[in-house]
């Protein structure tokens, strides 16, 4: 199994751009959640997903839209970057709300 | 609301032990602790349910203390593979997410 994989690993957007992180899991989990973990900070959450077709916002949510079409897959748009979206995201998978978090690599993204 | 770490950071040497704080001003329903390593993702350690258990990984284990809420982890007879930082992650409301404390740097020195 992979686990939970993102791509890609780094990225460079010019202020306005959009784009898209991706994220896929091979652990048939139904939870899925993205986060922001910027330098000597905690995991903020973005949006999360209960299940295919079902997502909600988390605790820092503007800026960045999210679905999930598949089980599998749980994409993260920004619409248009600004600086303070220079980050790493993380992307997470769990069978449960209560269940172990498994994460991504993680994408490092700087907005200039 | 965030949970609240302390320390934020601390130095052993290697066969030292440590205990990490969670604290939180609303109830808990569950605690669960993660260790990231430098430029990696965070890796997860365990899980304590509201009842006030007590649970172990290695020499590594926790305790919920519901009245306080409060959750402890504890570092026994540190090794230099601890070294990361440690997360709480809180579920402040019966199915809510996780929402995670700033971290507790922890370095073990030889």
């Known amino acids: 199994n992979a686990g939970v994989t993102q791509t890609p690993k780094f990225q460079v957007l010019k202020t306005g751009q959009s784009m898209t992180l991706q994220c896929a899991q091979d652990?048939?989990?139904?939870?899925m959640s993205w986060y922001r973990q910027d330098p000597g900070m905690g995991l903020r959450l973005i949006h999360y997903s209960v299940g295919a077709g079902i997502t909600d916002q988390g605790e820092v949510p503007n800026g960045y839209n999210v679905s999930r079409s598949t089980t599998e897959d749980f994409p993260l748009r920004l619409l248009s970057a600004a600086p303070s979206q220079t980050s790493v995201y993380f992307c997470?998978?769990?069978?449960?709300?209560?269940?172990?978090?498994?994460f991504g690599p993680g994408t490092r993204l700087t907005v200039t | 609301q965030q949970p609240v770490q302390s320390p934020q950071a601390v130095i052993l040497r290697e066969g030292e032990d440590a205990v990490i704080n969670c604290s939180s001003s609303?109830?808990?329903?569950?605690v669960h602790w993660y260790r990231q390593k430098h430029g990696e993702a965070p890796v997860f350690l365990m899980i304590l349910l509201k009842g006030g258990e007590q649970k172990g990984h290695e020499k590594i284990s926790a305790s919920f203390n519901e009245k306080k809420q409060q959750s402890s982890l504890y570092l026994t007879a540190s090794q230099l593979s601890y070294s990361g930082t440690y997360f709480c992650g809180t579920e402040l409301g019966a199915g809510n997410m996780l929402t995670f404390g700033g971290g507790t740097r922890l370095m073990v020195k030889p």
């Open positions: 609303k109830a808990l329903y569950s």
């Open positions: 652990m048939n989990h139904e939870y």
């Open positions: 997470a998978s769990s069978s449960g709300l209560r269940g172990p978090q498994y």
